[in-house]
């Protein structure tokens, strides 16, 4: 079974693009235009541990806070891929506060999806 499985990943290496998390971190710090940036953090966050990486967290703190309500919606969104308590005053603010009625929403969704589902200790 073992080699069975270690056939599959060499199988899916040679045949995928396979993005280490440096290029995957790269990829959003140097996207240009917010349809790039989103679609760079969102491949960030599924590439990311199932576990709170800090680096990918950053990321979607500081998209969080861009201009464009689509870069916060993805933002959102990016941080349903690893959920962490750490995300809720995030979600809250965004919540609340935001200018954008869809941001509004999706976040207040994500928090209480967080609330009532949980976000497995982290």
Request: proline share 5%; no cysteine; charged share 25%.
């Given at each position: 079974?073992?080699?069975?499985?270690?056939?599959l990943t060499a199988l899916a290496a040679d045949r995928l693009q396979v993005y280490s998390r440096a290029e995957l971190l790269a990829a959003v710090d140097?996207?240009?235009?917010?349809?790039?940036?989103?679609?760079?953090?969102?491949?960030?966050?599924?590439?990311?541990?199932?576990?709170?990486?800090?680096?990918?967290?950053?990321?979607?703190?500081?998209?969080?806070?861009?201009?464009?309500?689509?870069?916060?919606?993805?933002?959102?969104?990016?941080?349903?891929?690893?959920?962490?308590?750490?995300?809720?005053?995030?979600?809250?603010?965004?919540?609340?506060?935001?200018?954008?009625?869809?941001?509004?929403?999706?976040?207040?969704?994500?928090?209480?999806?967080?609330?009532?589902?949980?976000?497995?200790?982290?």
């Open positions: 079974m073992a080699n069975d499985a270690r056939s140097s996207a240009r235009g917010f349809a790039e940036r989103r679609r760079a953090l969102l491949m960030a966050a599924l590439g990311s541990s199932h576990s709170l990486d800090e680096a990918v967290y950053q990321r979607i703190q500081d998209v969080a806070h861009a201009s464009e309500p689509e870069l916060r919606r993805a933002a959102v969104h990016a941080a349903s891929y690893s959920p962490s308590t750490r995300y809720k005053p995030l979600l809250a603010l965004l919540g609340s506060d935001d200018p954008d009625p869809a941001v509004r929403q999706d976040a207040a969704l994500m928090l209480e999806i967080f609330t009532e589902v949980g976000t497995g200790g982290v």
